[in-house]
């Protein structure tokens, strides 16, 4: 009996949703292709398609484009997301500026990695990560840093989002937990009221809950004066959702001036949330397009 031989991935099409041509060059500004070959794309064998993808990095350079996709499908997009979390140094970062979850090791400690199917689950001391990795979901790379690789996993708009609340709110259990045992505890949006994530608070009876309660439908901004001093009591572990998925990190909460742990971590800074910023610095997507991780490389985050 013959064994059909493997047929192999498609190779996938550099399009970021960016679709607007170089008067100068006549490529794509945002896939740095000509015309011809975004219209011929679809019949194009693979070794078309492969020569087209070596002659893009020439093409982004001349352009001047930074943001550009990486040729992964998405089961690519998850083990090259493994690898960088087996590897150990970098960053993983959901949320948007001002309110950000930090998946890293401490030092000395190891990162544990599952998969399967299109989904990736990490653990490390203190922190927890799941990543879903559908047929929405893009690899790009910011290209022509001075130090350190920056990977963005951007998904689709028309792939769903996160809730969205315009203060602090009661969710009920947090059934999508990554760990069965936390599916009973309360999760708290705490409002951050953005499409991009969602920055919330896991909590049991205590005084952290009973805050919360009694400030329940508020803003951010006036909330977080009657729940702050409980939640750094308390530090319960916080939950930041993207489009991609979620972070959960156990650290303890540094109190008003002190400074966050080495490993996982999380930052809410209601000054910098007020700028409505999806991204950092430099780091716009086209409209097409949520943030749904990104990730640094050692001895990048931070720099700018």
């Not at 399009?15 to 194009?44: M, P, Q, S, V």
């Not at 929405?136 to 996993?153: K, M, T, Y």
């Not at 792939?159 to 069965?180: Q, Y």
């Amino acid at each position: 009996m013959n064994t059909p031989a493997p047929v192999a991935p498609a190779i996938t099409s550099p399009c970021i949703g960016l679709c607007k041509l170089d008067a100068a060059t006549g490529y794509c500004l945002g896939c740095a292709r000509t015309g011809d070959e975004i219209a011929t794309w679809r019949d194009a064998t693979g070794a078309a398609r492969g020569a087209i993808w070596a002659a893009l990095p020439a093409r982004f350079d001349q352009l001047g484009v930074t943001v550009r996709r990486r040729p992964w499908d998405r089961l690519q997009i998850r083990d090259e997301a493994a690898a960088r979390l087996q590897a150990g140094p970098g960053t993983w970062v959901m949320g948007v500026p001002g309110a950000v979850a930090e998946f890293t090791a401490a030092p000395g400690a190891r990162v544990d990695i599952e998969t399967s199917g299109d989904t990736l689950i990490a653990r490390t001391s203190g922190a927890r990560l799941r990543m879903a990795f559908g047929d929405r979901v893009r690899a790009l790379e910011l290209a022509g840093q001075d130090a350190g690789e920056r990977l963005i996993l951007a998904v689709k708009r028309d792939a769903g989002r996160p809730e969205r609340h315009p203060g602090l709110t009661l969710c009920g259990p947090d059934t999508n937990a990554i760990d069965p045992a936390d599916r009973d505890a309360m999760l708290v949006d705490l409002g951050v009221d953005r499409s991009g994530a969602r920055f919330c608070v896991r909590l049991r009876d205590g005084a952290a809950l009973a805050s919360v309660r009694a400030a329940e439908g508020l803003p951010l901004i006036e909330s977080l004066p009657r729940i702050g001093a409980a939640l750094v009591t308390e530090s319960p572990t916080r939950v930041i959702e993207t489009a991609l998925g979620r972070i959960e990190v156990d650290t303890r909460i540094p109190p008003p001036g002190g400074v966050s742990p080495a490993g996982p971590h999380t930052h809410l800074l209601p000054d910098h949330l007020a700028t409505g910023q999806a991204m950092p610095p430099g780091m716009d997507l086209p409209r097409a397009y949520l943030p749904g991780a990104i990730f640094y490389g050692a001895g990048r985050y931070g720099a700018g």
